[in-house]
């Protein structure tokens, strides 16, 4: 879980290192996201792509959808507001997916996540508050959209949980791919850039999935958001170190209000759980 927050840190690095446009940016990161996971599977399961899409059924293709689209909000988002804003403000999909788990599935919501939803959602407001420019404003609000498309698709993940990940997610980068392709400028690309965005598509994407993927079956749900969080503070950590690119006063406040909400949230979830009986 720890190397899948480390991989997925570098996306926001990479997305502001690349000289291309951010449809660019991700057409080519889906393409080469989707060739890493369909190899991936056809090596492991010896399944080509077709066989791989057709058994995750109609429910795996709406998540692929999902997966899509938040994949495109990502780096739409990234190109219009700062990448803390970016980092934090998706990461209020848990909670988005607890609400949408209680209105679509009935699933219980505690009177402590409601509590911590309600302070995610300050977070929110305090940061947002920050983006007076109107472009910075839409790309806090693509982060929310991702959030929030993200947690459809943990939804239905839960409504269907036979549905094998690894092909979702490479559908999901193909489809992201053809939407892109009808607004990007794919030859317009640099012989770095392209390395660039192979990395971001393999390395950042497509490793820091397949590590994900196989931390989750192993570590309980608290455990994994907890370790989770290592992406929303190394993201920022690396385009400042990089880049020099600071956070606002507001971002910095509203940030530690959701982090803070999520952390305390997250550990009294793992005391609960190793308390003895």
Do not use: K, Y
């Not at 570098?10 to 990161?29: F, H, K, N, Q």
């Not at 997966?67 to 848990?94: H, K, Q």
């Not at 599935?105 to 983006?131: D, F, H, Q, Y």
């Not at 489809?175 to 892109?180: G, N, T």
């Amino acid at each position: 879980m720890a190397g899948a927050s480390l991989c997925w840190s570098s996306g926001a690095l990479i997305a502001r290192l690349v000289a291309t446009d951010p449809w660019t940016t991700t057409l080519w990161r889906s393409v080469f996201s989707a060739a890493f996971l369909v190899t991936v599977v056809a090596l492991v399961e010896r399944r080509g792509p077709i066989a791989q899409w057709r058994a995750i059924g109609g429910p795996g293709l709406a998540i692929a959808a999902c997966m899509a689209a938040a994949s495109t909000c990502f780096i739409l988002s990234l190109s219009r507001t700062s990448v803390a804003n970016t980092l934090i403000l998706m990461s209020v999909g848990p909670w988005a997916a607890g609400l949408l788990g209680w209105l679509l599935l009935g699933e219980r919501v505690r009177p402590r996540t409601w509590l911590t939803m309600g302070l995610a959602v300050a977070g929110v407001v305090v940061m947002v508050s920050g983006s007076r420019a109107p472009g910075r404003l839409v790309g806090d609000a693509l982060a929310i959209a991702m959030a929030c498309v993200f947690a459809l698709a943990t939804v239905l993940v839960r409504r269907h949980p036979h549905i094998q990940m690894t092909p979702a997610a490479g559908l999901s980068a193909v489809v992201a791919a053809l939407v892109a392709l009808t607004m990007a400028t794919p030859l317009a690309v640099s012989p770095r850039d392209l390395a660039l965005l192979a990395l971001f598509g393999m390395a950042q994407f497509g490793v820091g999935f397949l590590l994900f993927m196989a931390g989750a079956r192993l570590l309980p749900a608290a455990e994994t958001s907890l370790i989770g969080m290592l992406e929303m503070v190394l993201g920022p950590l690396w385009v400042w170190l990089a880049l020099g690119e600071s956070v606002g006063v507001r971002s910095l406040v509203g940030g530690g209000v959701i982090v803070a909400a999520l952390a305390a949230h997250t550990v009294r979830d793992l005391l609960r759980r190793t308390r003895p009986a």
